[in-house]
């Protein structure tokens, strides 16, 4: 996936770095529809988003820093001219040993806790186009794109 927008098409940019911790992900719901709101969304593209970036921020803040007590999360939103909104949220954190295993429905890279799993398959779903990239040892960057429709006339 080329997730790059072209510099000269980009309408607005936004990057936020917050600390792992766990009411930091509702500040990150609210940041971005904030964000996205003069673009005048739907109600549900604003639901998709929002539970979107909340699953890939609780994913940094429950499983990227380990047993290291504070890490920072990162997450940089930028939308087009063609209204492409993409979300890339960061961390420094242990990164991610098996991509392919982590993407699947169920799986939980920490057994006995309650945790459903699901937090790929989520952003799959209510995101167009879905990149992980992760290092262990270095951390992992979850990049989301999704196309706004086009605002309508009356």
Same mark, same amino acid.
């Given at each position: 996936?080329?997730?790059?927008?072209?510099?000269?098409?980009?309408?607005?940019?936004?990057?936020?770095?917050?600390?792992?911790? @766990? &009411?930091?992900? %509702?500040? !990150?719901?609210?940041?971005?529809?904030?964000?996205?709101?003069?673009?005048?969304? #739907?109600? =549900?593209?604003?639901?998709?988003?929002?539970?979107?970036? @909340? &699953?890939?921020? %609780?994913? !940094?803040?429950?499983?990227?820093?380990?047993?290291?007590?504070?890490?920072?999360? #990162?997450? =940089?939103?930028?939308?087009?001219?063609?209204?492409?909104?993409?979300?890339?949220?960061?961390?420094?954190?242990?990164?991610?040993?098996?991509?392919?295993?982590?993407?699947?429905?169920?799986?939980?890279?920490?057994?006995?806790?309650?945790?459903?799993?699901?937090?790929?398959?989520?952003?799959?779903?209510?995101?167009?186009?879905?990149?992980?990239?992760?290092?262990?040892?270095?951390?992992?960057?979850?990049?989301?794109?999704?196309?706004?429709?086009?605002?309508?006339?009356?």
């Amino acid at each position: 996936m080329n997730s790059k927008l072209e510099k000269d098409s980009v309408l607005n940019r936004m990057k936020l770095e917050f600390l792992n911790k @766990s &009411e930091n992900e %509702s500040f !990150a719901r609210v940041a971005v529809a904030a964000f996205v709101a003069p673009l005048d969304p #739907t109600v =549900e593209e604003l639901t998709e988003i929002k539970t979107a970036v @909340s &699953e890939a921020v %609780s994913n !940094a803040i429950i499983h990227a820093y380990g047993d290291q007590k504070e890490g920072f999360v #990162t997450m =940089e939103c930028t939308v087009d001219q063609e209204r492409r909104l993409m979300i890339s949220v960061m961390d420094n954190g242990v990164g991610i040993e098996d991509i392919s295993k982590a993407r699947e429905p169920l799986y939980t890279s920490i057994p006995g806790e309650e945790r459903s799993g699901m937090g790929f398959t989520v952003m799959e779903s209510f995101m167009d186009k879905l990149e992980v990239e992760s290092t262990p040892g270095e951390g992992t960057r979850i990049t989301m794109i999704k196309n706004l429709d086009m605002a309508y006339e009356f």
